[in-house]
């Protein structure tokens, strides 16, 4: 009876008996003060071989412990206070500091009543039982509170410039040995931020502010997996679900995720100078892959889907619409966009975008890039109505219903190039009105008209060519044309543009006395002719 000693860093206070020294059994009570749990940690790795070799414990604690039944194998029970004590193994990448709280142990379990630690600035509530002391296998109930975001950010996140902040809480449950350790959860974060950097040298983010994030997850072998997790993000909906994998130097990641109702406005407002040139709720769709370099790491497929919307004046419609001398038509509302794309070395490269207005259509085939550049074509649609606004695009368009203009594009979002070959287009429109002014005259269309219309004569009475024979002879007068055009403008003959074919309806015949019709001209010589009469006239015109 009351024994005393030093016990592993403690002061040991203990009484008991020794029954039948041949077969000893032991009856003992005693209470360790401050041990040292690095000595408890030596005798559980001597007597216990399959204890973690990497699990390591410090601080204080003491101790209310019971010994009884056979000295070769006593039952051990008791109660431990722990101090300040400290814990750190691989699987929790920095160690739990600061624990403090009571627990049961016995020979083979330790019941946790409730511990509370920190784990870097966040706080943990944890109960639950290691069931086999040997290979530490655990099943735990935990809280977070709070779930300090910004700082484990800062602890994964370090030096890539990826950066989040937000604080929470976070429920769920750890099961499984220490080397198989599984953590699972719903970490809630009510309002906070993310930044990603466009390249690993660039000291340019995109900013993501978000509220009422839910994000259910599992952690197990330095991978976290992410499902369904949603959060409110500018005016919209966001949802992802994927792996990040946090023992890859650098962190790679993984995701499918999927946006709703994002206001651009809202998003260009916070990433870009251009607050007011786009408003309007998108939704956006993306599968990538990528790493904590930067976002011109990502790889993957994205679609883009905008039903409706406003423009007010775009850089690249802007730059577009004012060498078409209608500035005008550069704002208006926006009446679809859509789109897919391809992510590859921070571009982002679509064959199918399209922007559709009142006015028309603009599609884009090309790249761009996270850095804002651009490279590609684009295809301007306009309707004849709009083009009455522009005297530049009345000539374009003609007798046209719609005008099709190719343009070039290069630079940046900020500050477009383009390749809008105007003086071309203007030519193509010169060659047409010329081409039909003289099949017109040749073929004696403007002439016969004006004399039916006096004299109320038919074509076939006149001896007019008929509409098969007509169209025939067009045919011919149009290569001849082109030749001999393509002489005087100094381009193949392939290049003039093809004056369309009009198949004239013949009157109801009248009779009359037919009068004899003049020989025809050669209409090929006719042709030569009235080219050379106007040739000097037409290279004059052609000079843009």
């Known amino acids: 009876e009351g024994i005393k000693a030093v ?42 071989p399959a204890f973690p070799k990497n699990l390591d414990f410090s601080g204080k604690a003491d101790l209310e412990i019971s010994v009884s039944g056979e000295a070769t194998q006593p039952n051990v029970s008791g109660t431990a206070v722990l101090r300040g004590a400290n814990f750190s193994h691989p699987s929790a990448f920095r160690p739990a500091k600061r624990i403090v709280g009571p627990l049961k142990f016995n020979n083979n379990t330790l019941i946790i009543e409730e511990l509370m630690m920190d784990w870097g600035s966040s706080s943990i509530k944890l109960k639950g039982t290691v069931d086999d002391l040997a290979s530490f296998k655990t099943n735990f109930e935990y809280l977070v509170s709070p779930l300090d975001v910004s700082d484990i950010g800062e602890f994964f996140l370090s030096q890539t410039g990826y950066k989040i902040f937000g604080a929470g809480d976070a429920t769920g449950k750890i099961h499984g040995t220490l080397e198989k350790l599984v953590v699972e959860g719903v970490a809630k974060v009510p309002s906070g931020r993310f930044e990603t950097p466009i390249s690993k040298n660039s000291p340019s983010t995109f900013k993501f502010p978000f509220t009422d994030l839910n994000s259910p997850f599992s952690f197990s072998s330095k991978v976290l997996t992410i499902s369904k997790a949603s959060a409110k993000f500018f005016e919209g909906v966001f949802e992802t679900s994927g792996k990040v994998f946090l023992a890859e130097k650098p962190v790679k990641f993984s995701f499918d995720s999927k946006l ?78 859509t789109g897919n794309f391809v992510f590859k070395n921070g571009k982002m490269n679509s064959k199918d975008l399209i922007f559709k207005s009142d006015s028309g259509s603009i599609s884009f085939e090309g790249t761009v890039g996270l850095d804002t550049s651009l490279s590609g074509k684009a295809l301007v649609n306009l309707q004849r109505d709009v083009c009455q606004q522009s005297q530049l695009l009345k000539q374009l368009i003609g007798d046209q219903s719609s005008l099709e203009i190719p343009v070039g594009v290069k630079g940046s979002i900020l500050s477009p190039s383009l390749d809008l070959r105007i003086d071309k287009m203007l030519k193509k429109v010169a060659e047409r009105k010329i081409k039909e002014a003289l099949i017109d005259a040749v073929t004696g269309k403007s002439s016969s008209e004006e004399a039916q219309n006096a004299s109320g004569t038919s074509s076939a009475s006149l001896n007019l060519p008929t509409k098969s024979v007509e169209k025939d002879l067009k045919k011919a007068l149009e290569k001849t044309i082109n030749k001999e055009l393509g002489k005087i403008l100094g381009v193949p003959p392939s290049k003039i543009a093809s004056a369309p074919v009009q198949e004239t309806q013949e009157p109801q015949p009248v009779a009359s006395a037919p009068s004899p019709a003049p020989e025809p001209k050669s209409p090929e010589k006719q042709i030569k002719q009235e080219i050379k009469k106007i040739g000097k006239n037409l290279k004059k015109l052609f000079k843009f």
């Open 260 to 337: 709703q109702g994002v206001g651009v406005q809202a998003f260009l407002s916070a990433n870009t100078s251009l607050k007011n040139v786009l408003s309007g709720n998108v939704d956006v769709t993306f599968q990538t892959s990528g790493d904590t370099t930067g976002l011109d790491s990502l790889e993957g497929n994205s679609t883009i889907l905008m039903k409706s919307g406003r423009y007010q004046a775009p850089p690249v419609a802007a730059e577009i619409f004012s060498a078409l001398n209608a500035p005008n038509l550069s704002s208006g509302e926006l009446k679809g966009l």
């Open 7 to 48: 016990l592993a860093g403690g002061n040991l206070t203990a009484d008991g008996r020794i029954d039948d020294f041949v077969h000893p059994v032991i009856k003992a009570n005693g209470q360790i003060t401050e041990i040292a749990l690095t000595e408890v940690k030596k005798f559980l790795s001597r007597n216990f």
